[in-house]
């Protein structure tokens, strides 16, 4: 019997956990779920005769390395930064490595010894990244065997709230990680647009008021992703003048950040006792204060907005423009923000998330320039069995049969970019109604 050991039992871990136990059967498997929270880990592997709950510090390396040692394949759904902490392990146990997070630069530097092991560490092999590059490379491929050039490449992907249950003025509900939310974005984006190299700084992001059409669902907002060059090679389009990868969101939503951040509530860089703050006072800590104003006119005036105006709707929604206290111990503006959303924009038993993603390519073939669109929507079930959780989760499920089966012969460090993986993973999530649709124009 095959164990694989997935650290992270969390909110994208829900049917990766649910795909692992449904396939332990066939592909006889044992699946080890560790995590601090004992009773999460439980909710999630239910009394399954396969699965083994595992609940410790995952910074006790006594304990993190035994099951490591023990075990035939490593997933980890943890937080980024805790990634080189297992991947140094997996490394030094000969272990198989899968996540959905972004190579870094820490992982970088174990490159060579993880060829030199033979192993393979499976990195941006979940939803964004992971499904967007799969879907990417298999169109471009296409495009180029049939002798077409690509000269436009945007991809888009929004994880947002279904339309039956978008209810708020935000138009948005937290289905994953908030504190990923909070700081979105925060270094900016880089990307090319008709030849020339665009930078845009944190504070312009999300002020940009640009749309695309999703069919059924009429215009969604987007803003670039940091650093989309950084794969101008990996899809070996290092020549092409447009290349960008973005963010969807609902353009309500763009709007409301853009005066979070002007307000100054996304940092992150600096503390403060905010236990005895009032609300009010800390959203309005940036701005001057009239004392003939109300909170709500002083924000607005500051906003240069109505007092009635959308945007103070929203604020209001959120809960920062009264007099109640904030109640935490030290927080940055980004902790309380956090605190904010995950308890005014938080998803109720009976809420429906919904995934979107996009690829927009041109590119001449037989001197006839061509755009071909190529969409994906996907509905979650609850909020629990999220398409956030659908689209992390399946791919990496899917990766860990491909692996312990032995029909992939692929070692280094690599990101799902290859014919080998991304066809049949492609192909079974199509089983999960996780499908493409194209049109040309």
Request: glycine share 6%.
């Amino acid at each position: 019997m095959k164990n694989i050991l997935l650290f992270g039992a969390g909110k994208s871990a829900t049917v990766l956990i649910d795909y692992l136990l449904a396939n332990a059967p066939r592909q006889k498997w044992h699946i080890t779920v560790a995590d601090n929270d004992l009773m999460l880990i439980k909710s999630k592997i239910g009394k399954s005769y396969y699965a083994t709950p595992a609940a410790f510090d995952i910074k006790d390396p006594a304990v993190r390395q035994q099951l490591i040692q023990e075990t035939d394949l490593v997933i980890s759904l943890l937080p980024p930064a805790l990634h080189i902490v297992i991947a140094r392990d997996c490394l030094q146990f000969n272990k198989n490595l899968l996540t959905a997070s972004y190579i870094d630069p820490e992982i970088r530097k174990l490159e060579k010894d993880i060829k030199k092991a033979g192993l393979l560490f499976m990195y941006e092999m979940g939803l964004d990244p992971g499904i967007d590059h799969m879907s990417a490379m298999k169109l471009i491929h296409s495009i180029e065997k049939k002798g077409g050039q690509i000269y436009c490449f945007k991809s888009y992907c929004g994880g947002l709230v279904s339309p039956e249950s978008n209810d708020n003025p935000w138009q948005y509900k937290i289905s994953w990680n908030s504190r990923n939310i909070v700081l979105a974005g925060l270094s900016g984006a880089v990307y090319k647009e008709k030849g020339k190299v665009k930078e845009v700084e944190y504070h312009q992001l999300f002020d940009q008021n640009k749309t695309v059409q999703i069919p059924g669902l009429g215009k969604l907002a987007y803003y670039p992703n940091r650093d989309s060059l950084s794969y101008v090679d990996v899809y070996n389009l290092a020549n092409i003048p447009t290349f960008m990868r973005a963010t969807l969101r609902y353009p309500d939503f763009c709007e409301g950040w853009n005066a979070l951040i002007k307000l100054g509530l996304t940092d992150d860089t600096r503390k403060q006792q905010t236990n005895h703050m009032e609300y009010f006072a800390w959203a309005s800590q940036n701005i001057p204060v009239d004392p003939n104003l109300s909170h709500e006119e002083n924000v607005a005036a500051f906003l240069g907005v109505s007092s009635k105006s959308k945007l103070l709707r929203q604020l209001k929604f959120l809960g920062i423009l009264n007099g109640e206290l904030i109640n935490l111990e030290e927080q940055t503006n980004a902790g309380v923000l956090q605190h904010v959303l995950d308890t005014k924009l938080k998803m109720e038993p009976s809420d429906k998330d919904m995934i979107v993603m996009l690829h927009e390519i041109e590119f001449e073939r037989r001197n006839m320039g061509t755009k071909l669109h190529s969409y994906m929507i996907v509905q979650g079930e609850d909020n629990l069995r999220t398409a956030m959780a659908k689209t992390v989760g399946l791919p990496l499920g899917i990766m860990a049969k491909l692996v312990l089966s032995g029909t992939l012969e692929l070692t280094g460090l690599q990101i799902p970019v290859m014919p080998e993986v991304y066809n049949p993973v492609l192909r079974e999530l199509e089983e999960y109604d996780i499908r493409f649709e194209e049109s040309f124009e």
